[in-house]
């Protein structure tokens, strides 16, 4: 668990005067589950953005990967080398299956060959619990939770060593958080690490194994989550007054 997977280093990102994110430092340890929280606007999905290079990287600071520094590489260049993302607005192709649309993201840029994208499509359906017999329907027809079942699904498809979901539990039912609790589990469990964005502290804190709190573009707090939410900074910037 000692071992860095992944090295956020001094990453900034300016949009003219507004730092969305802005000296950002932390590691990410091979196989942790890795909670990533912070008030609205803090700067949790740029933090993504420059990681996956989707759409940009940063505008100063390091991205290390793997022991490369990947912070100047083309997005698909540092899909390809072992990070999937979700976004946090779903976006599923209404009128395809799930399995079409797993065909489509395994073979897109002749990843994989269509048996070997099928093979795989088989796996991760299996992962993430898909049921079997809602596999051949347009998504469009898919309930709330079967449609982020499908979105992490879509992710595994590139066969990535970390998984980065971004606010996964929007748009769920308490039940359904406990179902998606126990499936990030389950991915983490099949070898991957994870980084996740997430509003739903309960859900936070019960899978991640660390927490990196931000504010204002910025680490407020970093560690064990046990300790990282008796914080004060941290109560103050989600208890302070401040806009959520
Ligand atoms: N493409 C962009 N252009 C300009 N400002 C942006 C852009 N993306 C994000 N921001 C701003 O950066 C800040 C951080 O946003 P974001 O990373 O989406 O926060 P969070 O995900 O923590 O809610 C916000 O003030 C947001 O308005
Ligand atoms: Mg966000």
């Keep these: 668990m000692s071992d860095t997977i992944l090295e956020v280093v001094n990453a900034s990102k300016h949009f003219g005067g507004l730092k969305a994110v802005d000296g950002v430092s932390f590691g990410v340890s091979r196989g942790e589950i890795l909670g990533i929280a ?7 999905s740029t933090l993504f953005n420059l990681i996956t290079g989707v759409p940009f990287g940063p505008t100063s600071g390091e991205i290390r990967f793997q022991g490369q520094r990947i912070d100047r590489w ?7 080398s072992g990070l999937a993302r979700t976004f946090q607005k779903d976006a599923e192709f209404p ?16 990843q994989l060959g269509r048996a070997a994208a099928r093979s795989r499509s088989d796996e991760v359906l299996a992962l993430v619990e ?13 309930s709330v939770y079967e449609k982020k079942q499908l979105m992490i699904a879509s992710a595994l498809m590139s066969g990535p060593a970390v998984l980065m979901l971004d606010e996964p539990a929007s748009g769920l039912t308490r039940p359904e958080i406990e179902r998606l609790d126990a499936l990030l589990v389950s991915v983490n469990a099949s070898g991957l690490t994870v980084l996740l964005i997430e509003h739903v502290l309960s859900l936070l804190l019960s899978v991640s194994q660390r927490l990196v709190v931000l ?11 046990a300790d990282v939410v008796q914080n004060e900074d941290v109560i103050e910037a989600y208890l302070g007054g401040r806009k959520q």
């Design 95 to 110: 009128d395809l299956t799930a399995r079409e649309t797993l065909l489509v993201c395994g073979t897109y840029n002749g």
């Design 130 to 142: 898909f049921d079997g017999k809602r596999c051949d329907i347009p998504s469009r027809n898919l």
């Design 38 to 44: 912070g008030p609205n606007g803090s700067g949790k």
């Design 215 to 225: 504010n204002q573009g910025s680490v407020l707090a970093q560690g064990n989550p």
């Design 74 to 80: 083309p997005a698909h260049r540092i899909a390809r």
